[in-house]
Nanobody, 120 residues
Framework: QVQVVESGGGLVQPGGSLRLSCAAS????????MGWYRQAPGEERDLVAT???????KYGDSVKDRFTISRDNGKNTIYLQMNSLKPEDTAIYYC??????????????WGQGTQVTVSS
């Protein structure tokens, strides 16, 4: 069983910055992919950024050049540095972890979500 815990959300003014963290924990597992998705009210859950265990990254078009995802493999933790925040970035941000006992036994795990609100 893998537990996923996010932190770092909150209220910020437009143009401001926030840093989200996500830690995966449990027994007998290895993390392969971790990432962030977000869901605004009435919208589908969309990709924000993902990072593989070898450091490969992928970003959603709307956050490129503003957000940066990074990873501490030793701690099974990822971070999302969000700069130049806009009101349209307001959403619940969910951490996603793809992990398992081996690469042939992977499953998806989600955190409970953390609210990010960008407003003046």
């Amino acid at each position: 069983q893998v537990q996923v815990v996010e932190s770092g959300g909150g209220l910020v003014q437009p143009g401001g910055s926030l840093r989200l963290s996500c830690a995966a924990s449990g027994n007998n597992f290895r993390v392969y992919f971790m990432g962030w998705y977000r869901q605004a009210p009435g919208e589908e859950r969309d990709l924000v950024a993902t990072i593989s265990n070898n450091g490969g990254t992928k970003y959603g078009d709307s956050v490129k050049d503003r957000f940066t995802i990074s990873r501490d493999n030793g701690k099974n933790t990822i971070y999302l540095q969000m700069n130049s925040l806009k009101p349209e970035d307001t959403a619940i941000y969910y951490c996603h972890v793809r992990a398992g006992p081996s690469i042939y036994q992977l499953s998806d795990h989600w955190g409970q979500g953390t609210q990010v609100t960008v407003s003046s």
